[in-house]
């Protein structure tokens, strides 16, 4: 079975970090392209970051540049997002997902994990 599972999430003050991990199971990591999104109440999913396999070439959404770093440890068959400096509006539930097609931050993807929430408070 094909499996995705984050972990990481939690309550934190603004300003703060979070480091995010998903770990795949059921499959080698190192052939998928993987992608986190998020999603606040009431609203769409997001794309937030993309990394891909070989060359581990790395996608940020515009609201998250120079605050969020995705790498993968694919001996450990685990992708991480290090969140820094977070904000209140950073608030959602994450998600990662796996795809063997390169869909950068489009919602596509054809593996997802169940979700991790993050709370950001002010």
């Known amino acids: 079975q094909l499996q995705l599972v984050e972990s990481g999430g939690g309550l934190v003050q603004s300003g703060g970090s979070l480091r995010l991990s998903c770990v795949a199971s059921?499959?080698?990591?190192?052939?998928?392209?993987i992608a986190w999104f998020r999603q606040a109440p009431g609203k769409e999913r997001e794309g937030v970051s993309s990394i891909s396999t070989i060359g581990g070439r790395t996608n940020y959404a515009d609201s998250v540049k120079g605050r969020f770093t995705i790498s993968r440890d694919d001996a450990k068959n685990t992708v991480y997002l290090q969140m820094n400096s977070l904000k209140p509006e950073d608030t959602a539930v994450y998600f990662c997902a796996a795809d063997r097609v390169d869909k950068l931050l489009y919602l596509m993807y054809d593996i997802w994990g169940q979700g991790t929430q993050v709370t950001v408070s002010s």
């Open positions: 059921g499959f080698p990591l190192d052939a998928y392209y």
